[in-house]
């Protein structure tokens, strides 16, 4: 079992920056991923990385904007948020499981369904 633990959320301008963080207690789950949903919207899968090997992955909206990394001594997952957008507010998840090595290579997209672990959820809003 993992209890997930996030923190880093707020209000910023657009253009503006944030750094989420994910703390993971218990177990360390080989994937971890950053899921967010917006009012109205379906949850949507934003980043992962393979905490074994570090692969990650990006959906297309945050390609080069946003960066996911860990910190192995903390057992926590960060993401780094650049050039925010109006349209990158909603509440932003950690979620973690045990998937297959090779997840990222062979997904489809990031899919919440996949995720059985989940954090408690950090609001993030970006006003323009």
């Known amino acids: 079992q993992v209890q997930l633990v996030e923190s880093g959320g707020g209000s910023v301008r657009a253009g503006g920056s944030l750094k989420l963080s994910c703390v993971a207690s218990?177990?360390?789950?080989?994937?971890m991923g950053w899921f967010r949903q917006a009012p109205g919207k379906e949850r949507e899968g934003v980043a992962a990385i393979y905490t074994y090997g570090g692969s990650t992955y990006y959906a297309d909206s945050v390609k080069g904007r946003f960066t996911i990394f860990q910190d192995n001594a903390k057992n926590t997952v960060y993401l780094q948020m650049n050039s925010l957008k109006p349209e990158d507010t909603a509440m932003y998840y950690c979620?973690?499981?045990?998937?297959?090595?090779?997840?990222?290579?062979?997904?489809?997209?990031?899919?919440?369904?996949?995720?059985?672990?989940w954090g408690q959820g950090t609001q993030v809003t970006v006003s323009s």
């Open positions: 218990g177990y360390i789950y080989n994937y």
């Open positions: 979620a973690a499981d045990s998937l297959p090595p090779d997840y990222i290579a062979t997904m489809v997209s990031l899919a919440d369904k996949d995720f059985g672990y």
